[in-house]
């Protein structure tokens, strides 16, 4: 089935089964490999886009069911500047960086939402992403310091 799908501000046309997790067609159809492939069960994060304003788990999404714009990773800010990914890198949050794109994802979700997030908003919205080094607490900081910039 032909699909016609805007990422990053592109307009694409795939043709692949409606059912296909977005997930694979980002990264295998489309070749944008900066969301990562976790648990394949939306309990971990590690794959989280958005879709339209909403942070989505790109592994259980449909493709078919994709009617908004989806921004991944590489579209969050051409240059990696985002207020997200500029705390990220000053608050040296990753380790093993694997979660990163989905958490970066989620937290820009949240500041999109909320200019100024509670710190228990900020531990309630990023509880469904998984990071495997432990960096919470760096997380949490870059949060707060992405909020003063958004």
Do not use: F
Request: charged share 20%; with cysteine; proline share 4%.
């Amino acid at each position: 089935m032909r699909i016609e799908l805007t990422i990053n501000k592109r307009s694409y046309t795939v043709e692949v089964p409606p059912e296909t997790p977005l997930l694979w067609v980002l990264r295998d159809v489309i070749g944008l490999t900066g969301t990562k492939y976790g648990c394949g069960i939306a309990q971990c994060g590690a794959c989280t886009v958005h879709v339209g304003s909403d942070a989505v788990r790109s592994c259980i999404t449909a493709v078919g069911d994709v009617a908004k714009s989806v921004t991944t990773i590489e579209g969050l800010d051409a240059d990696g500047n985002h207020p997200v990914q500029r705390a990220w890198r000053e608050e040296r949050v990753p380790q093993c960086g694997y979660c990163q794109a989905g958490q970066i994802m989620q937290a820009a979700a949240l500041l999109a939402e909320m200019k100024n997030p509670s710190d228990q908003q900020i531990s309630d919205a990023m509880a469904g992403n998984i990071c495997r080094c432990g960096c919470y607490q760096r997380i949490q900081s870059a949060v707060r310091r992405a909020s003063r910039e958004v």
